[in-house]
């Protein structure tokens, strides 16, 4: 599996990124989907998923204002950011969980100023 995320940035509060994770050597339509954070000296969280069928749950602190969608044509997942908080800033990685094994991109970069 390969995840190549981007779309990072800084931002200013109130503002919106989208975030994209192209996705290659697995059969991509048939894999549920996620983007995790990790802000500095906290753990990595889950924000949103996407099964297969396109079915979508978010974290309570994201819900309303972040929008997980795919395109299985092009092998991609998104995650569409409103309304950004400086409490959203951290490094955000897509994931899938590919075999039993959970699989990670490299991260991109989202902060968000006051």
């Known amino acids: 599996v390969q995840l190549q995320a981007s779309g990072g940035g800084l931002v200013q509060a109130g503002g919106y990124l989208r975030l994209s994770c192209a996705v290659s050597r697995i059969m991509f339509r048939a894999y549920d989907m996620a983007w995790y954070r990790q802000a500095p000296g906290q753990e990595r969280e889950l924000v949103a998923s996407?099964?297969?069928?396109?079915?979508?749950t978010y974290a309570n602190p994201v819900k309303g204002r972040f929008i997980i969608y795919r395109d299985n044509a092009g092998d991609a997942v998104y995650l569409q950011m409103n309304n950004l908080k400086p409490e959203d800033t951290a490094v955000y990685y897509c994931s899938t969980e590919d075999r039993g094994v959970r699989r990670w991109g490299q991260g991109t970069l989202v902060t968000v100023s006051s």
């Open positions: 996407i099964t297969s069928g396109g079915g979508t």
